[in-house]
DNA sequence: TCGCCTATATGATGCTCATCATATTATATG
DNA sequence: CATATAATATGATGAGCATCATATAGGCGA
C-alpha cells in the first residue's frame, strides 16, 4: 500500500495503513493501541516509537485516509472528460460496493460526524481533505460551464457524503433506493446523462 | 423538556434529556454512566433501576432526540404551505444557530456515522427516524407537485444531513459558506425564491 | 408516630485502556 | 566474529469504565 525506505518507515506505514481501515470501520475510537499493533504484526510497546501518542495516530491516520479518497478522486477525474468524470465519480461514492467496504476510501461517511470532536490536528486535517475535494469538484464543473462552480461543489460534495452516511445506517434495500436516488439527482442538477438501472 | 407522571418516570426523563444532549454533543460513547447521571442530579448506582444497561439508554436517547427533531420539522412544515414550510425549515436546519448549538434537534449530523456501529436497537431508531424525515419531505415535495418526491426528499435530506455533518468540522467562516451554498442549491431546486443574504 | 416499600446512594469488582520503564532481539559496522 | 545501536517486546501503573450487591433515605398507609 505504502512504499518507504528504512524498515522502520515500513513499519510505521503499515500501523498507519490498519489504523486508517480499523478506524473507518468501526469509529475513531473503535481500535486500541494494542489490538492495532497486533494487527500490524507488532506488540504495544513499540507504538510509541513510531507516535507522540494516541492523538498523534489518530491525526496521521485521517491523512492515510484522505490519500485514499485523493487517489480514487484522481483516477476519475483525472484525464477524463469532465462530464464523464463527475459521472463516474458519483457512481463510484455511491456504489453497493463504497456502502459495504466500510473501511476504504473517503472517511467523511462512517468519520465526518466525530471529526468536530476530534483534537486540532486530527480536526485541521479533515477540513484540508474537504476543502481539496470541494475543489477538485469545483474544477470539473467550472470545465462544463455551469453557473456558480463553487457553490455547487459544495451542495453535491454535501449530498455525496450525506447520502452515504445515511445509506449506511440503513439496512440493503433501502441503502440501494436512497444511494440510487442521490445518483439520479446529483447527475440530473449536473446536467448528465442518467443511466437506466 | 420532557412532562411523566410519577417521580420515577420523571426521572427517568431526566436521564434521557441529558444522555440526549450529552450524546449529541460529545458522541455517543463521550458520556459515561456515572458522568450522566451526576448531570442529571444522581449517583450512578441507580441507573439499573432505569435501564437494562447502557445500549438500553443509548437505544431510548436515540429515540428522544428524533422527537426533538420532529418536534422542529413539525413546526415548520405542518400548517403552513408547503413553499413556506420548506424553506423555513431547510434555511432552520442549515443554520448558524444549528451549526453552534451540538446538542439540540436532529442526531443524525452529529450521530449519523456512528449509527451503523450501534447496537441493532439504536440503530433500528435511526433507521426510522431517517424514514419519517424522507417522508415528511416528501409529503411537503409533493404538495408542490414537483417530480419524483420520494427520490427527491431522500436527495434533499441527504444534502441536509451532509451539509452541517461538514459544516460542523470546519471553521466558522468555511462553514459559513458551506451552508450558504446547501441554503441555495436547495432552494433552487426544489424552485423556492432564494433570499438574499 | 411506626414500619414498609420504592427510589437512590455507597462501595466494590473486574475489565480495558494509554502510557512508560525496562529488557530483549535484530541489524549494521568494525 | 564482536560490539554498538536501532527496533520491538515485556510487564507494570494508574485511570476510567460498566455493572452489581448491598445499604440508606424518604414518602405513604396504618
Redesign the interface.
Known amino acids: 500500500m505504502s512504499e518507504a525506505s528504512t524498515p522502520k518507515e515500513r513499519t510505521r506505514a503499515r500501523i498507519l495503513d490498519e489504523a486508517a481501515k480499523a478506524m473507518r470501520e468501526?469509529?475513531a475510537?473503535?481500535i486500541g493501541v494494542a489490538a492495532l499493533m497486533k494487527r500490524a504484526g507488532l506488540t504495544h510497546g513499540g507504538f510509541y516509537a513510531h507516535f507522540e501518542n494516541r492523538d498523534d495516530l489518530v491525526a496521521h491516520a485521517v491523512d492515510r485516509m484522505f490519500q485514499d479518497s485523493d487517489f480514487v478522486l484522481k483516477r476519475h477525474l483525472a484525464g477524463n472528460e469532465a462530464a464523464k468524470g463527475l459521472s463516474e465519480l458519483i457512481d463510484y461514492y455511491l456504489s453497493e460496493e463504497t456502502w459495504k467496504h466500510?473501511d476504504r476510501g473517503c472517511p467523511?461517511?462512517?468519520?465526518?460526524?466525530?471529526?468536530?470532536?476530534m483534537p486540532t490536528a486530527a480536526?485541521q486535517r479533515?477540513?484540508d481533505g474537504?476543502?481539496a475535494f470541494r475543489a477538485a469538484l469545483a474544477a470539473s464543473l467550472a470545465a462544463l460551464e455551469l453557473p456558480n462552480p463553487?457553490?455547487?461543489a459544495?451542495?453535491v460534495?454535501?449530498?455525496?457524503?450525506?447520502?452515504m452516511?445515511?445509506a449506511?445506517?440503513?439496512?440493503e434495500d433501502?441503502a440501494r433506493?436512497?444511494l440510487?436516488?442521490?445518483r439520479?439527482?446529483?447527475k440530473r442538477?449536473i446536467g448528465l446523462p442518467i443511466d437506466a438501472g
Chains 1, 2 share one sequence.
Open positions: 468501526k469509529g475510537d473503535g466500510t467523511l461517511p462512517s468519520l465526518g460526524g466525530e471529526a468536530s470532536r480536526r479533515f477540513s474537504i476543502h463553487e457553490s455547487l459544495a451542495s460534495l454535501a449530498e455525496m457524503v450525506g447520502a452516511t445515511l449506511r445506517t440503513l439496512d433501502a433506493l436512497a440510487g436516488a442521490s439520479d439527482q446529483l442538477r
